[in-house]
């Protein structure tokens, strides 16, 4: 379906111009990366494989062999195995696809396989409400392992590219593209919400900007509570965020701007942003210590320390060792 977008403060700030290739500077934002501290000279100990607590499926690993929509495929990478899911690139008789097995592992004596399904389910509902928008990963169908439901599975199609790494020169038309996608995505009462990850935008076929990962995004309830206003005002807030990290993105990749674009990418900033960050930063910094101090991770407790760093994590290394 064309889409014809309706100008924004965000694409007038890109048609505008503020989207010169360089850094941004730090007193707008500052750099958010997993590999920031890759310059650092050394650790003083290795990082130890994640134990099963920290593992999404435990001490077990996505499935060598599933069937997704009774089709055959065969597990071929492993992209990533987090505490929240584990994300696996298959190959088979259809099209490449990725699978993302959630959180079964319990945590103790608590089962978390109610959360595993309802993660897969939301996930499944939000692809499937997008499903007619461009440059969305189409939905898979129904994912078994030797005959066996993975409720907690979802399967959607892989999309063939790279994470938009920091600084690449993409050009205006990616940005633009990219609001479109996110513009649909907001009158279907959606909203991204974790856009502040680069490693979530997909630089695809074309060049053109695939978004990837949808597991923590808003989906407006349907049903019967959707009356309430209080999901508008919470869709409102969050659309707002995914505004500023889309101008935040296209400022940063292209870098240098009047200091009155600046200030305008700023203002995008919405309150409630200013607030999570102010609780999520220390926590984040918290994490990252007790991973050092468990072993997991090494040094600033940074993703690269590991050692097996996500997929996005390693190209990321690769790229800046280049």
């Known amino acids: 379906m064309p889409i014809t977008p309706r100008p924004t403060r965000v694409d007038e700030a890109i048609r505008a111009g503020w989207v010169k290739w360089g850094h941004s500077p730090s007193d707008l934002v500052r750099e958010h990366t997993h590999a920031g501290d890759l310059m650092a000279k050394g650790t003083c100990r290795q990082a130890a494989p994640r134990p099963a607590l920290f593992r999404a499926l435990g001490a077990a690993e996505p499935p060598e062999k599933i069937?997704?929509?009774?089709r055959p495929y065969r597990r071929v990478e492993i992209f990533k195995h987090d505490s929240w899911a584990a994300t696996a690139l298959y190959i088979g008789s259809g099209p490449r696809m990725i699978c993302k097995f959630n959180r079964v592992a319990p945590v103790g004596w608590l089962s978390l396989r109610w959360l595993g399904r309802w993660l897969a389910e939301r996930e499944a509902a939000t692809l499937q409400d997008l499903a007619d928008v461009d440059l969305i990963p189409?939905?898979?169908?129904?994912?078994?392992?030797?005959?066996?439901?993975?409720?907690?599975?979802?399967a959607r199609l892989f999309?063939?590219?790279?994470?938009?790494?920091?600084?690449?020169?993409?050009?205006?038309?990616?940005?633009?593209?990219l609001a479109a996608t996110l513009r649909r995505m907001h009158a279907a009462g959606i909203a991204y919400v974790d856009?502040?990850?680069?490693?979530?935008?997909?630089?695809?076929?074309?060049?053109?900007?695939?978004l990837i990962d949808f597991q923590v995004c808003y989906?407006?309830?349907?049903?019967?509570?959707?009356?309430?206003?209080?999901?508008?005002?919470?869709?409102?807030?969050?659309v707002a965020g995914d505004k500023y990290h889309l101008a935040k993105h296209a400022w940063r990749q292209g870098g240098p701007a009047p200091g009155s674009a600046a200030a305008e990418v700023a203002a995008l900033r919405p309150g409630w942003l200013k607030l999570h960050r102010l609780i999520a930063e220390p926590?984040?910094?918290?994490?990252?210590?007790?991973?050092?101090?468990?072993?997991?991770?090494?040094?600033?407790g940074r993703a690269h320390t590991e050692t097996a760093p996500e997929d996005a994590v390693r190209r990321e290394m690769t790229r800046r060792a280049a």
């Open 195 to 210: 856009l502040h990850k680069r490693e979530n935008i997909i630089v695809g076929p074309g060049g053109r900007p695939y």
């Open 283 to 300: 926590l984040r910094e918290a994490r990252r210590r007790l991973l050092v101090l468990l072993g997991i991770r090494t040094g600033s």
């Open 219 to 238: 989906r407006r309830p349907r049903g019967r509570w959707a009356h309430l206003p209080l999901w508008d005002w919470l869709l409102d807030q969050l």
């Open 67 to 70: 069937e997704i929509d009774g």
């Open 159 to 177: 999309i063939p590219g790279h994470p938009l790494a920091a600084n690449e020169r993409v050009g205006r038309r990616f940005f633009m593209d």
């Open 138 to 154: 189409a939905l898979g169908g129904t994912v078994t392992a030797e005959g066996q439901p993975q409720p907690h599975a979802v």
